[in-house]
Nanobody, 126 residues
Framework: QVQLIESGGGLVQAGGSLRLSCAAS????????LGWFRQAPGKEREFVAR????????YYADSVKGRFTISRDNAKNTVYLQMNSLKPEDTAVYYC???????????????????WGQGTQVTVSP
């Protein structure tokens, strides 16, 4: 199992950009599928993006498609989430996640992920 630590959250105006990073430690990072979820106050945890172990396959929630980009650097044990054209509705705590099964088809469910980071706050002001 890997341990995950997010960074890069903060306060930004609508239309701005942020890049989240997630550093991993532990065995087998490069073999895990990785992703991001978010949770806004009073709402359920929501899938944002996922990337396969090789980086060759990426998946996005419709709400962020075209604005967010997930990527990974296996040499640095790090996954990134580049967020552009941010909207107030993107305000949430963002969580980095890892799934040891690259072939899970139900990737939008939080229950398929084995490891979670502690979260980083992203706040987008109008």
């Amino acid at each position: 199992q890997v341990q995950l630590i997010e960074s890069g959250g903060g306060l930004v105006q609508a239309g701005g950009s942020l890049r989240l990073s997630c550093a991993a430690s532990g065995h087998g990072f490069s073999s895990y599928a990785l992703g991001w979820f978010r949770q806004a106050p009073g709402k359920e945890r929501e899938f944002v993006a996922r990337i396969s172990w090789s980086g060759g396959n990426t998946y996005y929630a419709d709400s962020v498609k075209g604005r967010f980009t997930i990527s990974r650097d296996n040499a640095k044990n790090t996954v990134y989430l580049q967020m552009n054209s941010l909207k107030p509705e993107d305000t949430a705590v963002y969580y980095c996640v890892a799934d040891r099964n690259n072939y899970n088809s139900n990737w939008e469910s939080p229950f398929v992920y084995d490891s979670w980071g502690q979260g980083t706050q992203v706040t987008v002001s109008p």
